[in-house]
């Protein structure tokens, strides 16, 4: 029996250590975290959006998207507008810069994984995801607030 129990333990450990390495690589290339990345992309896909677009996009918190489009803007990725046509609205679009780490960026691990997951029949997907709100159940875990993001334990700030 503990050998089941330590099966699934190790991969759960598998799976942290995998977005714990795709983490540090995706830093050391373009000296960004997964979140910062995947706002990135989400701007450059979607061309001069406000932060409460880009919130909706990635699905985070908009207090949580300000605080990396600061941190993006304070790195010369992004800059922001206001809109001549709304003054209250303000547009975040990348800079020259922030177009060429784009091309440039690894794929976020959380794509790699939804193409996937994607290729798998419906009731695939269906039990994966009732077994892993189980686990998250038997680890008390299920009340904590997760954005769809594959980064290993990091402030997504």
Not at 4 to 25: F, G, K, M, N, Y
Not at 42 to 55: P, R
Not at 60 to 77: I, P
């Amino acid at each position: 029996m503990a050998i089941l129990e330590d099966q699934v333990l190790a991969s759960l450990r598998r799976i942290i250590r995998a977005t714990d390495i795709h983490s540090r690589r995706l830093n050391k290339d373009t000296g960004l975290t997964t979140p910062q990345l995947v706002v990135v992309r989400a701007i450059a896909a979607g061309d001069s959006l406000t932060a409460s677009e880009i919130a909706r996009a990635v699905s985070l918190s908009q207090a949580t998207v300000t605080t990396l489009l600061n941190r993006l803007e304070d790195r010369g990725l992004i800059a922001r507008q206001r809109s001549e046509e709304d003054r209250r609205r303000v547009n975040v679009q990348l800079t020259k810069a922030g177009r060429a780490l784009v091309a440039t960026a690894p794929e976020p691990l959380q794509e790699q994984f939804a193409a996937r997951f994607a290729q798998l029949e419906a009731w695939e997907q269906h039990q994966l995801v009732a077994s892993l709100e189980r686990v998250a159940n038997m680890m008390d875990a299920e009340d904590l607030d997760a954005a769809p993001l594959l980064a290993p334990g990091e402030d997504v700030g």
